[in-house]
């Protein structure tokens, strides 16, 4: 019996756990006996340059976070039921789902397909190219169910089969790509741990906003959570960033709206402190006097003045916790970050937050 799973795939490298149940996950794939396993079974698909719609918004963007979707690892062309899978599955092993009617090849591996400590391991499943392709990937989701593994050297293997037209790719299916800010709407709370679509757009939307520094994976892991944590901190919610609640995504698809619409008021790169003068500091003052932290002179010189301003935001969003600390009284990356997101949260609120949200 196959159970779907209310969680989506990453594109073109969609996220597969295998769970072993009648061996050791780690036995190899040249094994002469087939082997039971129970599957966590996603897809991913092969971007075009005409899509109206990408994962990750854009063309490069896929082609970037997923390889180029021509030809497996071993140079075989892409086709319905090519598998990736961890090196721990050689080149040619059969792995057969019967129930859901298919039996695919190894042929491609990933990065982001990797055998975890515990003993999980991943699997994609080739869906199709372009939007019909994303689309089915996105409308399969990931489902467990149980198949057999029979290595290359096994005699007698069943045969291929995957047909596509048994697995639908409605457009409504679109509405899950991490670059589009409804991901984060109407789903259930992505937790640590998980791997998901909605967990692939949040990271996505971390990253667009400065708080997460690594490649999407689509896994709950430290790294996305540290990043959500950081991003509650600097809007004053409290939360070990273990779980991403509703009021957090809610602020996750405001922020994501708010930064799309307008560009970012301070440099990335200018590092600014006490003695410093210019577009850059002028800019700093206004941002702090809109907030209310700051009633000297709009005049771009880096006082003492706007330097305990700098000093009282950083104290409060836990940046640091003395003036002796490192970066005390300074703008940079870090401060830069949660100013921003204090900044467009003012915007928001401006706007009103819950009339943004609910208007997507």
């Known amino acids: 019996m196959t159970k779907k799973i ?13 769970l072993s149940i009648a061996s050791p996950v ?17 897809a991913y698909y092969s971007p075009l340059p005409d899509q109206t719609h990408y994962y990750l918004g854009s063309y490069e963007a896929d082609i970037a976070f997923n ?7 071993d140079g075989t062309p892409v086709y319905p039921g090519m598998i990736a899978a961890p090196p721990e599955y050689p080149f040619g092993t059969r792995i057969a789902l019967p129930d859901i009617g298919a039996t695919g090849t190894v042929h491609d ?23 019909e392709g994303l689309a089915r990937a996105l409308e399969w989701g990931a489902r467990k169910v149980k198949g057999n593994v ?13 047909a ?33 679509a909605s967990i692939a757009a949040i ?48 602020m996750l698809v405001a922020h994501s709206i708010i930064a799309a619409e307008l560009s970012s008021p301070l440099p990335e790169d200018d590092i600014l402190f006490h003695g410093t003068s210019g577009k850059s500091v002028r800019i700093l003052q206004r941002i702090f006097s809109l907030l209310g932290n700051y009633h000297g002179e709009i005049d771009g010189e880096y006082t003492q003045e706007i330097l305990s301003a700098v000093y009282q935001f950083q104290v409060a969003h836990g940046i640091v916790s003395s003036i ?35 208007s997507l």
């Open 203 to 250: 990271q996505y939307s971390l990253k667009k906003l400065g708080y997460f520094d690594h490649e999407i994976t689509s896994f709950f892991g430290d790294v996305t959570r540290d990043a959500l944590k950081l991003f509650a901190r600097d809007l004053g919610i409290a939360g070990t960033g273990e779980v991403a609640d509703t009021q957090t995504r809610n």
């Open 324 to 358: 002796s600390d490192t970066g005390a009284g300074m703008v940079g990356p870090q401060t830069r970050r949660a100013l921003l997101t204090a900044w467009r949260d003012h915007r928001i609120a401006g706007r009103g937050g819950s009339e943004i949200v609910a």
């Open 164 to 196: 596509l037209e048994k697995f639908p790719a409605p457009k409504s299916a679109l509405a899950h790509i991490p670059s589009n800010p409804i991901a984060l709407l109407n789903i259930e709370d992505p937790k640590y741990g998980e791997t998901s």
């Open 6 to 18: 209310k969680i989506y795939p990453t594109t073109i490298l969609v996220t597969s756990l295998l």
């Open 150 to 162: 029979f290595g290359p050297d096994h005699e007698g293997p069943p045969a291929e089969s995957f």
């Open 109 to 131: 591996r990933g990065g982001r397909i990797v055998t975890q400590e515990d003993g999980v391991h991943r699997i994609d499943v080739w869906m199709g190219r372009g939007e």
């Open 67 to 73: 390889g180029r979707g021509i030809e497996g690892k």
């Open 26 to 42: 780690r036995a190899s794939a040249h094994d002469a006996c087939s082997r039971e396993q129970e599957f966590l079974v996603t």
